[in-house]
């Protein structure tokens, strides 16, 4: 399987708005709501960040949502803020206990 | 707290063999999936397999089968992943992640394997 397509970079001033796409086919992004996504800041390990295309785990900033249509993911963060400068990856299910992961966005707080 | 520890950074010597461990806890281990992610330098996360130590069904990336086996043992929730003969791209990041429903939470701080003659 192919990993899922993400633009390489994003970047915002604080306060403002970024959102970042995520687009698969009809094999994982479109035929699962399964798209999760992740922060990795350098040096450190992933952390989850949105569950089931829409969900925010306990902990986690209400500036961050995501969303889908179609074959294509997205997550945005509102109100942009110098720690949210980092990698994201997305992620998706992609049928037989399989997963597959985006090319990963870098996010620069401007 | 439900937490996931990985043994220390390797280095190795192309062709020879290689298993990190990566030890949970705060959670019944047997009962979740634990996947295994590649990141190599300055790259991407790549899904290389999962495995449900509780009756060892194990499931693989087509571009890690065959190249990668992964394991676990359930009496000191334990899974691992071996190389029977290392190359030089083999050189990466490692981190385990407990797959919960469809997502990984939490993830393992990462074994960094360094393959050079």
């Known amino acids: 399987q192919s990993a899922l397509t993400q633009p390489p970079s994003a970047s915002g001033s604080p306060g403002q708005s970024v959102t970042i796409s995520c687009t698969g086919t009809s094999s994982d992004v479109g035929g699962y709501d399964y798209v999760s996504w992740y922060q990795q800041h350098p040096g450190k390990a992933p952390k989850l960040m949105i569950s089931e295309v829409s969900k925010r785990p306990s902990g986690v900033p209400d500036r961050f949502s995501g969303s889908k249509s179609g074959n294509t993911a997205s997550l945005t963060v509102s109100g942009l803020q110098a720690e949210d400068e980092a990698d994201y990856y997305c992620?998706?299910?992609?049928?037989?206990?399989?997963?597959?992961f985006g090319t990963g966005t870098k996010v620069t707080v401007l | 707290e439900v937490q996931l520890v990985q043994s220390g950074a390797e280095v190795k010597k192309p062709g020879e063999s290689l298993k990190i461990s990566c030890k949970g806890s705060g959670f019944s281990f047997s009962t979740y999936w634990i996947a295994w992610v590649r990141q190599m330098p300055g790259k991407g996360l790549e899904w290389m397999g999962t495995?449900?130590?509780?009756?060892?069904?194990?499931r693989y990336s087509p571009s890690f089968q065959g190249q990668v086996t992964i394991s676990a043992d359930t009496s000191i929730s334990t899974a691992y992943l071996q190389w029977s003969s290392l190359k030089a791209s083999d050189s990466a990041m490692y981190y385990c992640?407990?797959?919960?429903?469809?997502?990984?939470?939490?993830w393992g701080q990462g074994t960094l394997v360094t393959v050079s003659s």
């Open positions: 495995i449900y130590p509780h009756d060892s069904d194990t």
């Open positions: 992640a407990r797959r919960v429903g469809n997502c990984f939470d939490p």
């Open positions: 992620s998706s299910y992609a049928g037989s206990n399989n997963f597959v």
